[in-house]
Structures are given as structure tokens and as C-alpha cells.
């Protein structure tokens, strides 16, 4: 009897170590990270629909950044909410990079098709990402120009888009975007660049730092070049032509 006990310990060891057999324990594995992953993004995501954002990742990168080459450590960031921001600001940064926000789910396909055609033509890059898919990689992630990160971004957008208001993805795209060397949110941008809170920027203001999004450490606010401003003019007059936006309530 224990020979043939022992017979069938062989055979049953022999056949989890068979090829499909480690296969479907891999697959189980990696079903269960899938799982748990999902799980703690969406509670991720549930939660900072009500809680400010104080820090990203992007926000870290920059301090080691700065330790890494002696510079001064320097983080400007004041979170304040939508309400405490002038209108001027939302709806320059509307005009400036997506005039579309209220009216999408999160994707421009079409500005995701010219990007992908300029860029084929030019060496000049151009971004074809949404007001919802930079709050995504700015609040979630970490800057790159990988795969993985524009997936990452594609679901967390997805995610935002669900589980947020457009009115709550704009107030936290204007609070974690980079305003400048180690300065993060319109409020905190107000105050370095205008000495005034974010409650006061006027329209010619609003659309400056409008202008300086895209790589706000190579354009300045406090000495804009010839091309910033007249990117503000070509923003003041989108403003003016697509009006005061509005959020549902």
C-alpha cells in the first residue's frame, strides 16, 4: 500500500510540473494581480474624487531632480478649489488646449488623428491629449513617452471620466498642473508670477499661463517671449469665441 501511495505522490507531482500545469498557475497569478490592481485603482480614483490633491508623482520626480543636481528644493503648491479660481482661467485653459472638454468622454479622436499626422510630417512634436488625459498622468503617473505609461493613462482617463464630474477634472487638473520650476497649480502660479490669488487672474492672465502649460519651465510667465505672447492674443480671441463655459451641476 505504501509503495502505491507513494506511485500515485509521484505521478500527481509529475503532472503539476507538467508545462500547461505551470501555465494555468501562472495565469491564476497574474489574474489575481489583475484583480487587485483594478481594485485599489477605482478605490485610487473613488477616493480622490472628495480628497484634495496634495502631491503626484511628477511632484517627486522634480525634488529628486533638483537634490540630484544641487539646486534649491523648492515645491509651490496650494490646493484650492474650483470656486476659488476665476472662470477666466478655466476657459483659457479650455481655448488653449481642449475646446472640446465639456462635449467629450475623456478622448478627442480627431485631435489624436492630426496629432498623429503632424508629427509623421514634422519634427516638431504636437500632443493630441485631452484636458481629462493630462489630469490622468499628472495626478497618476509619472512622465514618459512609453507604452506603458500611455496605456496606464488611457485607463486611469477612462477611470476619471466614470467615477468624476468634468467640473472635479478641471478643478484638479488646474490644482497638480506644473506652473513652472518646481511651482504646481494656478493658485500657487498666481502668487509667484502676479503676486494675486488665483480668485483674481484676469482674462490677459489667465490666457499667459494658458500659454506656458505645454512646457511651463522653458516659458515664462514673468518674461514672456515674442511667440508666448502671441500665443496669449490667439488665446484672448479663442476665449472671447467660445464664450464662458459652464459645468453641470
Excluded at 505551470?22 to 487587485?36: D, F, H
Excluded at 540630484?68 to 490646493?79: P, R
Excluded at 490622468?136 to 503617473?141: D, E, S, V
Aim: aromatic share 10%; proline share 3%.
Amino acid at each position: 500500500m505504501a509503495k502505491k501511495t507513494s506511485k500515485k505522490t509521484s505521478a500527481s507531482r509529475k503532472k503539476a510540473n507538467t508545462p500547461i500545469s505551470l501555465l494555468k498557475r501562472i495565469g491564476k497569478y497574474l489574474l489575481k494581480c489583475l484583480i487587485w490592481f483594478i481594485i485599489l485603482t477605482v478605490a485610487w480614483v473613488v477616493l480622490l474624487r472628495f480628497v484634495p490633491v496634495y502631491y503626484t508623482p511628477l511632484m517627486f520626480i522634480r525634488l529628486g531632480e533638483q537634490i540630484k543636481t544641487g539646486k534649491t528644493i523648492k515645491m509651490e503648491h496650494d490646493w484650492v478649489s474650483i470656486d476659488e479660481i476665476n472662470p477666466n482661467m478655466v476657459n483659457a485653459v479650455i481655448a488653449s488646449e481642449d475646446n472640446l472638454f465639456l462635449k467629450h468622454n475623456g478622448f478627442d479622436l480627431n485631435g489624436i488623428v492630426k496629432a498623429y499626422e503632424n508629427n509623421q510630417k514634422r519634427k516638431k512634436m504636437r500632443g493630441g491629449s485631452t484636458i481629462s488625459q493630462q489630469t490622468a498622468k499628472n495626478t497618476f503617473l509619472f512622465p514618459s513617452r512609453t507604452w506603458l505609461r500611455k496605456g496606464l493613462e488611457t485607463y486611469f482617463t477612462v477611470l476619471i471620466e466614470l467615477c468624476w464630474t468634468k467640473e472635479r477634472i478641471m478643478e484638479v487638473y488646474l490644482n497638480v498642473i506644473e506652473t513652472g520650476d518646481g511651482i504646481y497649480g494656478v493658485e500657487a502660479a498666481a502668487q509667484h508670477y502676479f503676486n494675486k490669488s488665483a480668485a483674481k487672474l484676469t482674462k490677459s492672465e489667465a490666457a499667459l499661463l494658458a500659454v506656458t502649460l505645454p512646457n511651463p519651465r522653458k516659458f515664462s510667465a514673468s518674461k514672456p517671449s515674442s511667440y508666448t505672447k502671441k500665443r496669449q492674443t490667439k488665446i484672448l480671441r479663442l476665449m472671447n469665441l467660445i464664450g464662458n463655459q459652464k459645468f453641470d451641476k
